[in-house]
């Protein structure tokens, strides 16, 4: 497919994004199944401007005021992807594939830029909504760390420690060009692509393939380092999903002691046995998902409860843009209440002394720091134990500032921490 071509594509695909609201993902392939000419490279090259659009959408819509799908396009292809205008010009020439040549506003558009006066959620590219939310967490700077996870995200790896080393898959992955993470000790990073360039498929790698590394966000590695679990300790990951987060305890536990992975929805917990088999993690027993009855051998007995929660996925917006314009507060309220849910049925598996750690990949207050109020004032035989503490244990590198100000849970953000929006805060139940 020529560029034109494909500009065309992502037109179409936005379109019908606008219609149906669905995912992104679900229309992406729905549009690929139905023109079987274009190679996986044009698919990938729509793909990424159609969520370069979406990640952008209110900022790119402000200043061409116009909010069309072609608008956005026309936008993203000048200010995420580089073009300069009069090349979009060029491109948008009306001929056979290609969209309708430009208009006199629309070149107009392509040449202004954004007003410092539009409001913050438009300046950050998040929902006008939610702009309460982001000026109570980060104040001034809402609009930058919306902003921030509104770009694209780098691809960041765990080298698995049961079977490899950092240096060791260094060299394996050394045509992709990693870098060390600047915090997790054992992660790897791979910096975005721009435009139409195709983003490492690093899970089809050999390396991957023999279990020595797993896709994971750095922060999501922090999170799970801080929760203090090691050697010969009991350990349960309550919302282990796909097991992400189980994976790295296992390691982080080298095999040892027993780490317990649950989830309420059994169909999540689906991947996990091929990925324990991988990453050669023994010491894991996968309850039978949705079956609390299960989880009551283990009142009282926890050294750490770890609580990755179900949330509004703000944290990840720069992975799944689609998903923020998608939110609804009737959607955010149904999350809270599963926290809130989830974080009590944990509270009675810690053993004294013990630590809950609560995890979310939401930057909004409602979902962090609201929730561990909530959860200390129904359970007042837990304290809030300051999160450097916890960072400290586990990290060698000095411990940043919590993008919201907070010495007493963390906040991770793309603009102060380059990983995706994280939150972590560690309840230690009293002796």
Same mark, same amino acid.
């Given at each position: ?6 500009? #065309? ?34 698919? @990938? ?13 209110? #900022?790119? /819509? ?39 040549? %430009?208009?006199?506003?629309?070149? @107009?558009? +392509?040449? =202004? ?9 438009? =300046? ?23 902003? @921030? +996870? ?7 790896? $765990?080298?698995?420690? +049961? ?49 020595? %590394? ?44 027993? %780490? ?9 917990? =689906? ?10 993690? $023994? ?11 299960? +989880? ?15 949330? #509004? ?12 314009? $998608? ?7 149904? $999350? ?8 009590? @049925? ?6 004294? /002394? ?55 849970? %963390?906040?991770?953000?793309?603009? #102060? ?15």
């Amino acid at each position: 497919m020529t560029p034109a071509g494909r500009a #065309s594509a992502a037109i179409e695909v936005l379109t019908d994004l606008a219609a149906r609201k669905r995912p992104a993902s679900e229309a992406l392939k729905d549009w690929g199944t139905a023109h079987r000419f274009a190679g996986s490279g044009d698919r @990938a090259a729509i793909g990424s401007l159609v969520f370069d659009c979406l990640r952008q959408r209110a #900022s790119l /819509g402000a200043v061409m005021e116009d909010d069309s799908p072609r608008a956005l396009v026309l936008r993203a292809l000048a200010s995420a992807w580089g073009m300069s205008p009069e090349s979009v010009d060029t491109l948008f020439d009306g001929k056979r594939f290609a969209p309708d040549p %430009l208009t006199d506003a629309e070149r @107009a558009g +392509l040449a =202004r830029a954004l007003s410092p006066d539009v409001p913050a959620a438009v =300046r950050g590219d998040y929902p006008a909504w939610l702009e309460e939310a982001f000026a109570a967490v980060f104040g001034e700077d809402a609009a930058a760390e919306g902003a @921030a +996870l509104s770009v694209r995200a780098p691809v960041d790896l $765990r080298v698995n420690t +049961l079977k490899a080393n950092r240096d060791k898959v260094l060299k394996a992955l050394a045509r992709f060009a990693p870098q060390p993470t600047t915090y997790a000790p054992h992660g790897l990073r791979i910096a975005p692509r721009q435009g139409p360039a195709r983003t490492p498929h690093v899970e089809a790698d050999a390396a991957h393939g023999k279990g020595w %590394l797993e896709v994971q966000d750095e922060g999501s590695q922090i999170a799970a380092a801080m929760t203090g679990a090691g050697r010969r300790e009991q350990v349960i990951d309550l919302c282990a999903g796909a097991g992400g987060k189980t994976l790295a305890l296992a390691a982080a536990m080298e095999n040892t002691g027993q %780490l317990y992975a649950y989830d309420a929805n059994r169909m999540r917990l =689906r991947p996990m046995f091929d990925r324990l088999r991988r990453a050669g993690a $023994r010491n894991v027993q996968v309850l039978e998902g949705g079956v609390d009855a299960g +989880l009551a051998p283990l009142t009282g007995r926890m050294d750490r409860v770890v609580i990755d929660a179900p949330c #509004s996925g703000s944290g990840t917006w720069r992975r799944r843009p689609d998903a923020k314009w $998608r939110l609804t507060p009737e959607m955010l309220s149904a $999350r809270m209440a599963e926290q809130a849910a989830v974080l009590d @049925a944990g509270a009675g598996l810690v053993k004294p /002394g013990g630590w809950l750690t609560y995890i979310t990949c939401s930057v909004l207050p409602g979902e962090n720091r609201e929730q561990v109020d909530g959860f200390l004032a129904r359970h007042p035989e837990f304290g809030l134990k300051p999160w450097r503490e916890a960072w400290e244990g586990a990290i060698e590198i000095d411990a940043p500032a919590s993008a919201d100000g907070s010495d007493e849970t %963390l906040l991770m953000t793309p603009r #102060s921490h380059g990983t995706d929006g994280f939150f972590v805060a560690t309840l230690e139940r009293r002796a």
